[in-house]
């Protein structure tokens, strides 16, 4: 049952909750766990390849360049419902990459924060997106936003992290808001497990003899009624079935994010400097209020801590935000045009 409980937890509060996706991967052969390319990719300088898809107007012809960055378990397949009309009426290019070991992206067993804004950094080069462009980052895809914010804020028109994830280890995290807050235990009992006991938690993920946590429990301790309701219409996650996570590269892959992301940072965002003093660029928060994998009061915190961070809060949203056809185009309105719309601004106890 452990092993059940906190793969739910993975699922929800590492973002593939938030993004359920239809992967375009099939095996070349039986036995064979490498997939079939059938996506534009780009070479890195370590010879790792990225897979991408565009949408949103051409990018010669666009005003706005957005770099979409997915969470835990999902894709560049990933939904972000903002309308094409809404793209073309604002010139909006976005680019959805599979980060390293998802979907089309070669693994990268070498991984860390570093590695993960670098990957943004060079990919935007490969494909040209100019000197300084817009990253949305969501849940878990939020660790690679943190980073490119610490590490090329030069290169930045704009951030949104939308339901950013919150690392239990981040030194300036206040004990009183984090003591009893039972996904803390979670974190360290998931990064205890994927560093100690990999090779038991893929063995009971992907066994037939006992039921196991291999498919999606809709478990409304994590997932809010809008949330489940979300749920119940999307296709799945491939990923998380046992065919998915038999992969051994996959599986290792999926570890991998998880402790980087929820292992010790080598630096503090709630320690962060502005990085744009003159407003040269702006950075936002999305957040639910009734999002159960990132409570509204730690996320309100970091707003607290960093005040130069421009905090939207959905009253009635949860972690899939992104599948909110209004909230995404608030987002976009918000991030490109400066828009504060009303409906978002937090309703903060008196």
């Known amino acids: 049952m452990i092993f059940r409980g906190l793969l739910g937890f993975m699922m929800g509060c590492f973002g593939c909750a938030g993004q359920p996706t239809e992967p375009k991967i099939e095996s070349k052969a039986v036995g064979d766990d490498q997939p079939v390319i059938t996506s534009p990719r780009v070479r890195l300088s370590d010879g790792r390849f990225l897979a991408y898809r565009e949408r949103g107007v051409p990018k010669i012809k666009s005003s706005y360049r957005i770099i979409i960055v997915h969470g835990f378990g999902s894709s560049k397949d990933m939904s972000f419902m903002a309308s094409d009309e809404l793209l073309d009426e604002l010139g909006v290019y ?56 610490k590490r090329i804020p030069n290169r930045l028109a704009g951030v949104a992290l939308v339901v950013p994830f919150v690392n239990y280890k981040w030194r300036s995290l206040p004990d009183n808001l984090t003591r009893d807050d039972y996904r803390k235990q979670l974190c360290q009992w998931v990064i205890w497990v994927t560093r100690h006991a990999r090779g038991l938690l893929h063995w009971w993920l992907t066994q037939t003899i006992f039921p ?12 809010c009624e809008k949330d489940l309701e979300v749920l119940k ?12 996570l038999r992969s051994r590269k996959v599986f290792d892959s999926l570890c991998r994010d998880c402790t980087v992301a929820f292992g010790k940072w080598d630096f503090d965002p709630l320690e962060l400097s502005n990085p744009y003093p ?49 909230v995404c185009e608030a987002i976009l309105r918000s991030l490109l045009l400066g828009e504060d719309p009303l409906l978002y601004r937090p309703k903060l106890d008196s």
């Not at 219409?233 to 998915?244: H, I, K, M, S, V």
Request: a negative charge.
């Open 278 to 326: 003159k407003n040269e660029s702006s950075v936002h928060i999305w957040q639910g209020y009734k999002d159960k994998v990132v409570p509204v009061e730690l996320q309100r915190h970091v707003w607290e801590r960093l005040p130069w961070i421009r905090y939207h809060e959905v009253p009635d949203g949860g972690h899939l935000l992104v599948y909110d056809t209004a």
């Open 233 to 244: 219409n999307t296709p799945g996650y491939q990923l998380f079935t046992q065919d998915g």
């Open 94 to 149: 976005l680019l959805i990459y599979d980060r390293a070991g998802y979907g089309e992206s070669d693994h990268n067993p070498k991984r860390t924060l570093k590695s993960e804004a670098s990957d943004i950094e060079e990919l935007a080069d490969l494909m040209q997106l100019g000197p300084k462009y817009y990253v949305i980052g969501v849940s878990l895809g939020c660790y690679p936003a943190w980073s490119c914010l």
């Open 212 to 223: 196991s946590a291999s498919v999606l429990d809709q478990n409304p301790q994590f997932f």
